[in-house]
């Protein structure tokens, strides 16, 4: 996969490429697969893990605060920073570590409608409904989790690792790992 990076997203952003530049998230497992929904990975305790052992816990000891931006929605490919729950993170700051990549499903203009009414009545852009009925998402993450990038190549990978089996934990039965990360300046 190739994905850009937001510079409007910077503390998101540079946590990122300092990680990958570090070679953090090499060997790391895509270690909670939802098909429909997300894969995620970035827990530093998944790269030597047991088959079948339950993750998503791991990271550094730090977070980072939210940098929510009305123009970057979890559409398909969206990357997006992985938090606790509200109720012991009302502030929404990202885990230093987690991230997912949005693979969600195609909405219609129905489902987005009744999703203003859950989301306070803030409305979609024309470019997000076109967005979400034409490749899909998961916009009921919107202002919840920080996005910042989205995947600009390789989007069938996202459904071929949603496709792998899961245990009940949404761990894939076989390991799905990141090999490595390059990065590549503008």
């Given at each position: 996969m190739k994905i850009e990076l937001y510079e409007d997203t910077p503390l998101h952003t540079e946590n990122f490429l300092k990680l990958a530049e570090e070679g953090f998230y090499n060997g790391i497992l895509f270690h909670r697969?939802?098909?429909d929904f997300m894969i995620q990975t970035g827990d530093p305790d998944s790269k030597n893990a047991a088959p079948g052992e339950r993750l998503g816990f791991g990271g550094l000891n730090y977070t980072i605060p939210q940098e929510f931006k009305k123009q970057y929605y979890?559409?398909?490919g969206a990357i997006a920073a992985a938090r606790q729950s509200d109720d012991v993170n009302p502030s929404k700051s990202s885990s230093s570590t987690q991230f997912y990549i949005v693979q969600g499903t195609k909405l219609t203009d129905?489902?987005?409608s009744k999703l203003v009414q859950s989301r306070a009545h803030i409305p979609?852009?024309?470019q997000q409904k076109n967005?979400?009925?034409t490749f899909?998402?998961?916009?009921h993450l919107d202002y919840q989790y920080t996005v910042f990038g989205q995947v600009i190549e390789g989007l069938e990978i996202i459904d071929k690792i949603a496709?792998?089996?899961t245990d009940?934990?949404?761990r894939p039965l076989k390991d799905v790992k990141i090999l490595s990360i390059t990065i590549i300046s503008k």
């Open positions: 697969v939802i098909k979890h559409k398909k129905v489902q987005l979609f852009t024309d967005d979400y009925k899909g998402g998961t916009p496709s792998f089996q009940n934990a949404s």
